[in-house]
């Protein structure tokens, strides 16, 4: 979802931004480089001292086999998940001493079973739970947390055509860059997850489909993301 990135980085404004892709010309996100980075990058926070915002956006696949689960790499293959995606595991060790005052994760994936040919299925229960603890056991001096997935356990996440990218990532960045702001002009992390929900619920209920995506807030309700527009990592 490259183009999703490129719109991302200049509509908004960051003090450091890290993309990886799966196309080339860019920083491959290999299961190794994804992992390798995510290090560099809580090794970056604690030198700093701590950060104010720390965000992370996944768009791809995510699967599940013998109860574990995984997201996808760019090369990831479906007969060694255990060996080329990134578990579940992984993630948490290689964010686990991460140093910021906010922490956020969106995940804008499915799940898919290697058993049926790696076909679309619904989000699971499971995968939500797990990555829900990565987010909920990870980091140091964090005040705010918060996870949003595109879809609810047992819902597919959708793709437009018209907007070439996912229809969660298109309600999304409309959030961050102003329209998720309450009458105020303050943009929480609230408003940004009650902004995308009613967007793709009504997105979804005139195509008759189901997608709600999921907003879980882990502390700070209230907590204010214009770091998000402003100087975040």
């Known amino acids: 979802d490259y183009p ?27 299961q190794a480089n994804v992992l390798r980075q995510m290090r560099a990058l809580v090794a970056e926070t604690r030198q700093r001292g701590g950060v104010d915002t720390l965000i992370i956006y996944f768009t791809g696949h995510g699967f599940e086999k013998e109860q574990k689960h995984y997201l996808a790499a760019a090369d990831t293959r479906l007969s060694d998940l255990a060996g080329t995606g990134i578990g579940v595991e992984a993630l948490r060790g290689a964010l686990s001493s991460v140093e910021a005052r906010q922490l956020v994760f969106f995940f804008d ?9 790696g076909e679309q299925l619904s989000l699971s229960d499971g995968l ?82 189901k997608q709600l995506p999921d907003f879980m807030q882990l502390g700070g309700a209230k907590e204010n993301v214009d770091a998000v527009r402003s100087g975040a990592l």
């Open 109 to 117: 994936a499915c799940r898919n079973d290697p058993s049926k040919g």
């Open 128 to 209: 939500t739970k797990d990555l829900v603890e990565v987010v909920r056991r990870t980091g140091q001096g964090i005040v705010s947390r918060a996870v949003f997935f595109a879809c609810s356990a047992g819902e597919k996440a959708f793709y437009s055509e018209d907007w070439q990218q996912s229809v969660f990532t298109h309600y999304l960045l409309e959030a961050l860059t102003g329209k998720g702001a309450d009458k105020s002009g303050e943009l929480t992390l609230t408003g940004v997850g009650d902004y995308v929900q009613k967007r793709v619920l009504a997105w979804s209920e005139t195509r008759k489909v």
């Open 4 to 30: 999703t990135h490129a719109k991302a980085q200049s509509l908004l404004k960051f003090d450091r931004v890290l993309t990886m892709t799966s196309v080339a010309g860019g920083l491959r996100a290999t």
